[in-house]
């Protein structure tokens, strides 16, 4: 596609349960984010994936987070046993190396944990 | 990566231009000053970036001081979609370090009005 495509664009689960969200980069893109917005705050960084580099987990907020991107496009982030202050909007961005270092955002996925 | 500081909110009047304001002081001498903006609902959304001269694009123009410590993005035209919150980061082009994580702010709340 043109863009970065993130889904689901909503989701609601209960709290204990696992989320699975998708982010496909715009092709070509070897570098991809994923960042956490709360509601009114700033961007949170996740984690980042840069070719076949070891992933910088850095920004993972626990052990029930993690990410993986299979042959160098998709990327799942997975919430193991999710609870309510995980509720945020889920965003995912690609970039491409040697280029202008511009981001390229999804259009997020809005995760509400009940 | 350096961090900015940008006023909360600002208010304009659709047709005028918008200037937005941003300190970078501590930016270093690889740091590129990157704008983003991001419409409610929406993944931010790349505008200009520049490392010491002024750029212009379709967007916006960036104005950077000389000392490179702050810079203005400047909407020339505001129209009622350029109703946003704008963010001013730093950063070197490349993915390297701790430039993956992008400090992002709160940014400047943008209120257009007719």
């Known amino acids: 596609g043109a863009g970065v495509s993130q889904s689901p664009s909503n989701k609601v689960t209960e709290k204990g349960k696992d989320v699975e969200l998708r982010c496909d980069p715009i092709?070509?893109?070897?570098?991809l984010y994923w960042y956490r917005q709360s509601l009114g705050q700033g961007l949170e960084f996740l984690i980042y994936f840069q070719g076949n580099s070891a992933p910088d987990k850095s920004g993972l907020p626990s052990d029930r987070f993690s990410a993986e991107r299979t042959g160098g496009s998709v990327s799942t982030l997975t919430i193991q046993r999710t609870q309510q202050e995980d509720s945020a909007v889920y965003l995912c961005?690609?970039?491409?190396?040697?280029?202008?270092?511009?981001?390229?955002f999804g259009e997020g996925s809005r995760l509400t944990v009940l | 990566d350096a961090k900015t500081t940008q006023p909360t909110s600002m208010d304009c009047a659709e047709g005028r231009a918008a200037n937005l304001p941003c300190n970078h002081s501590?930016?270093?001498?690889?740091?590129?000053v990157y704008w983003y903006r991001q419409i409610h609902s929406q993944g931010p959304q790349y505008i200009i970036h520049g490392l010491k001269n002024n750029e212009t694009n379709e967007m916006a123009s960036l104005i950077i001081t000389e000392d490179r410590k702050s810079s203005t993005l400047i909407l020339p035209h505001a129209t009622l979609r350029d109703t946003a919150v704008y963010y001013c980061?730093?950063?070197?082009?490349?993915?390297?370090?701790?430039?993956?994580?992008?400090?992002w702010g709160l940014g400047t709340s943008l209120a257009v009005n007719p």
């Open positions: 980061i730093v950063r070197a082009r490349h993915n390297a370090g701790n430039n993956r994580k992008l400090i």
């Open positions: 501590t930016i270093s001498g690889n740091e590129y």
């Open positions: 961005a690609s970039s491409a190396t040697g280029g202008t270092g511009e981001l390229f």
């Open positions: 092709s070509g893109h070897t570098a």
